[in-house]
């Protein structure tokens, strides 16, 4: 029973608001280049309950998810993976924002937050990226 | 499922105050400061050490050990892991975490290891995974003696050490009953009985006196026998097997054997029973007695010179504590415990024992043959394989001849008389093959045809297994020189369990073809030659049958054998013994 209604509580949040993960590097560079958006990686790894927290919780929230569907393209990394692209962390969640070249915008963002402060810190991030190209 | 509630709960318990780390928030700890992990070798174990930073933990299910040199190889290390914490459904740690390792999931030598692990910091990031690399020496002395475990005889000696009272004898005489049932015992049930029989007015009772008597003048023997190996070294039994004395103790048993058959009648001198005794009867039973005690005690010293582990083990520890009444009295619970199926057969033998007369005589004879059957065991050991041979061909010929085997039966006799005669018959063949089994070079008496039976390809097979060496010299330059790994037997032609170990084990060809992997060299020291002790004493050894590995030189000392050991059990330790010499 109780599984259940997690299972549809589950199923309400992802409908209610979601955004999807890009595929690959390659991908993300060239939808970052068609849609003029800049993109927010995430390193993440399993057993990691902040990177959880962000997925299951500040990534739900409707507000954050719409703001990253409309202005970012996300795209999460393995630390193995990130470590081959040149993109260094000290732990998981790390995020690192990315325009179209692959060069970095900002410093790398070190753990997770609430929805709030994490879309108060990308909205400052698009912002600088909209100023940045113009 | 449950994680996702504690994650939902983690969520709310952060909501306020939960920001990004490292850049106006507080400082986060650097992976190489959150955990500081090192090694040390403690006695007979390794200690790894993590030391965590503040709200820093590390997840159980990700450590990971691998010896990187001399193997390449991952060692299973959950099983040595500390209990852990629950934490956000996860087994962790947190603080300070010491892990022990016994040393011998390692190889010997410098050992070069590598541990992975991955944690998180509660402020709200998780770490890369880390791995971390170490050397360290594992010292020899404890690699030899406590980190490769134990052989038998030495746990056997710990178990002396560690153990209570009656743990420690009750274990003992267990292992006297085990060792009742190998050839060290055997030859005497054939020696108690034939006294039994032998002795006159013989009942129930008697029968168990005599039992008990010899039963304990052979533990006694046993015990002091034992002790004095322990202390001084010095294996008394071993000692004894030398010509001079195995033939006076297999003419005392020819002497038996014709008191047996009526030739004369065996008793103490006149002179001497006046004085034991006021009532002649009464003499001749204390006598009788004083006999029993006497076989007794020869049989332990001479018959039955047989090392098992539980004989070494308690030398062991007698011979390294000093501690000769421990030691002592585990010896006597074990003698007791092989003495066990002596008292059965003892009592046995005087219950069914026939009335005097006819019967009687008839019986006394077969014991009279029995006896002499000893002695030409006795003196195998002394002499070469064809004429021991040729001797129990006598033996079996010319007890056929005396159950007039060779006579025709007359007409109507009785039918006894035809049993008679056929079992003559048979023995009379059975002889027969024996003595020419002599001159085919056969030398178990059980099995004469045996070389017919091989064929060419067999023939060729049983060459030599081992090589034999003279003395320790020969042994060292042979073992600094041989580049596969090395075995070493030692054997006496007057040790039943070699004997043993000869017939079963290393006749069969799983055995002979492991062996064959080996430099396998073997000590012969049935004439037990001053060389042949100092042998025995460098390596702390009591007397045969033992096998030894070694490995550049240096011995497995836990994978030692003492005592006899069935095909299978071999095979595994000849295995281990390759697998550990790579």
């Given at each position: 029973m109780r599984r259940v209604v997690l299972l549809i509580i589950i199923a309400l949040m992802v409908w209610g608001a979601d955004f999807d993960w890009v595929e690959g590097y390659a991908k993300a560079l060239e939808l970052a280049k068609k849609e003029h958006k800049p993109i927010m990686v995430m390193i993440s790894q399993p057993n990691c309950p902040t990177c959880e927290y962000m997925d299951d919780v500040a990534f739900e929230t409707e507000s954050l998810s719409d703001y990253v569907e409309n202005f970012f393209i996300p795209l999460k990394l393995s630390l193995s993976q990130a470590r081959s692209l040149g993109l260094k962390a000290y732990g998981t969640p790390t995020f690192y924002f990315l325009d179209a070249n692959g060069s970095k915008i900002t410093r790398a963002l070190v753990g997770g937050a609430t929805a709030k402060t994490f879309l108060a810190k990308l909205q400052e991030i698009r912002s600088a990226y909209d100023h940045q190209k113009r | 499922m449950f994680r996702f509630i504690f994650t939902l709960l983690l969520g709310l318990q952060l909501l306020f105050g939960f920001g990004f780390v490292g850049e106006e928030g507080p400082k986060i700890v650097p992976v190489q400061k959150a955990y500081k992990p090192s090694v040390k070798v403690e006695k007979d174990k390794l200690r790894i050490d993590i030391k965590m930073a503040d709200k820093v933990y590390l997840y159980k299910k990700y450590f990971k050990l691998q010896e990187l040199s001399p193997k390449k190889r991952t060692i299973d290390i959950e099983p040595f892991l500390p209990k852990p914490k629950k934490l956000h459904g996860e087994e962790v740690y947190e603080g300070n975490m010491s892990i022990f390792l016994p040393l011998k999931l390692f190889d010997n030598g410098d050992v070069r290891l590598a541990l992975s692990y991955q944690g998180c910091n509660e402020i709200g990031i998780c770490y890369p995974p880390q791995t971390k690399e170490f050397t360290f020496t594992i010292p020899t002395q404890a690699s030899t003696l406590t980190q490769a475990g134990q052989s038998e005889e030495q746990g056997i000696a710990q178990t002396l050490k560690t153990e209570s009272w009656w743990v420690i004898l009750a274990t003992f005489f267990g292992f006297g009953l085990l060792l009742?049932?190998?050839?060290?015992?055997?030859?005497?049930i054939p020696i108690l009985s034939s006294l039994i029989v032998g002795?006159?007015?013989?009942n129930t009772k008697k029968a168990l006196l005599y039992s008990v008597v010899y039963v304990l003048a052979m533990a006694l023997t046993y015990t002091i026998a034992g002790v004095l190996a322990g202390l001084f070294g010095a294996n008394l039994q071993a000692a004894l097997q030398n010509p001079v004395a195995i033939i006076l103790f297999a003419l005392i048993f020819v002497a038996l054997a014709l008191s047996m058959f009526g030739f004369y009648e065996i008793g103490l001198p006149a002179s001497l029973q006046t004085k034991l005794a006021k009532r002649s009867d009464e003499a001749s039973h204390k006598g009788g007695l004083i006999g029993v005690a006497i076989m007794g005690f020869l049989s332990a010293l001479i018959v039955g010179p047989c090392v098992a582990p539980p004989l070494a083990g308690a030398l062991i520890y007698i011979g390294q504590t000093g501690d000769a009444l421990l030691g002592g009295a585990a010896l006597f619970a074990m003698s007791l415990g092989m003495g066990m199926p002596l008292l059965l057969v003892g009592v046995g033998a005087g219950k069914f024992m026939p009335k005097p007369g006819g019967w009687m005589e008839a019986v006394s004879k077969v014991f009279g043959v029995v006896m002499l059957g000893v002695a030409i065991w006795m003196l195998s050991r002394v002499l070469p394989d064809k004429i021991t041979m040729v001797l129990w061909a006598t033996l079996f010929i010319s007890s056929a001849v005396y159950l007039r085997a060779l006579e025709q039966i007359q007409t109507g006799a009785h039918w006894f008389a035809y049993f008679k005669k056929s079992l003559g018959l048979v023995l009379f063949i059975y002889g027969l093959l024996v003595f020419i089994g002599a001159f085919l070079g056969a030398a178990n008496p059980l099995d004469p045809l045996k070389p017919l039976l091989q064929t060419q390809a067999q023939a060729v097979q049983t060459k030599p297994l081992f090589r034999v060496v003279k003395d320790y010299q020969e042994f060292e330059r042979i073992a600094k020189n041989s580049s596969k790994p090395l075995l070493l037997d030692i054997t006496a032609k007057w040790c039943a369990s070699c004997k043993e170990l000869e017939e079963n084990t290393f006749s069969d060809p799983r055995v002979r073809q492991k062996i064959g992997e080996f430099t396998a060299l073997r000590l012969d020291m049935t004439d037990n030659s001053q060389s042949d002790k100092e042998f025995l004493k460098r390596f702390g050894l009591f007397g045969p049958p033992a096998i030894l590995f070694f490995k550049n030189g240096k011995e497995l000392r836990d994978l030692r054998i003492v005592g006899y050991k069935s095909p299978e059990e071999f095979l595994r330790i000849l295995q281990e013994a390759k697998r550990r010499s790579q």
């Open positions: - | 009742s049932l190998t050839p060290c015992i055997f030859p005497m002795a006159k007015n013989m």
